[in-house]
């Protein structure tokens, strides 16, 4: 895959989990779930375009680390809006989220090989 082609694919995460959230009314049980899902979601296109500025093979692995964990603090916070009742986000939503956690961790798995060979 090409790195334009996942940022393309994280980008249209975060506006897709925008969508979730605008189309919902806002309570305040919700409210803070919203807000963290809205930025978790949305940073992690943002660290992986940072990921793409690495200063090395370190700092790549580390900003590729970040974006997963906010990847996998989304899928988590998504499970939670949907078992509560308060939100009930696509399968579709949630696949592609599960689908980005796995490229992200294959990514980070990669780039860890790879760095220790160079060693």
Do not use: W
């Amino acid at each position: 895959m090409e790195s334009s082609d996942l940022e393309n694919r994280l980008i249209d995460f975060s506006v897709a989990v925008m969508a979730v959230i605008d189309s919902i009314e806002n309570d305040p049980r919700s409210k803070h779930l919203y807000n963290q899902l809205m930025r978790s979601a949305t940073s992690t296109s943002l660290n992986y375009g940072e990921a793409q500025a690495a200063e090395s093979r370190r700092d790549f692995i580390h900003k590729m680390r970040v974006a997963l964990k906010e990847l996998r603090e989304s899928f988590v916070c998504l499970k939670i809006l949907k078992k509560s009742g308060l939100l009930l986000p696509s399968d579709e939503l949630l696949n592609e989220n599960d689908e980005l956690i796995s490229i992200f961790v294959s990514s980070v798995v990669t780039a860890t090989k790879n760095l220790k060979q160079v060693k």
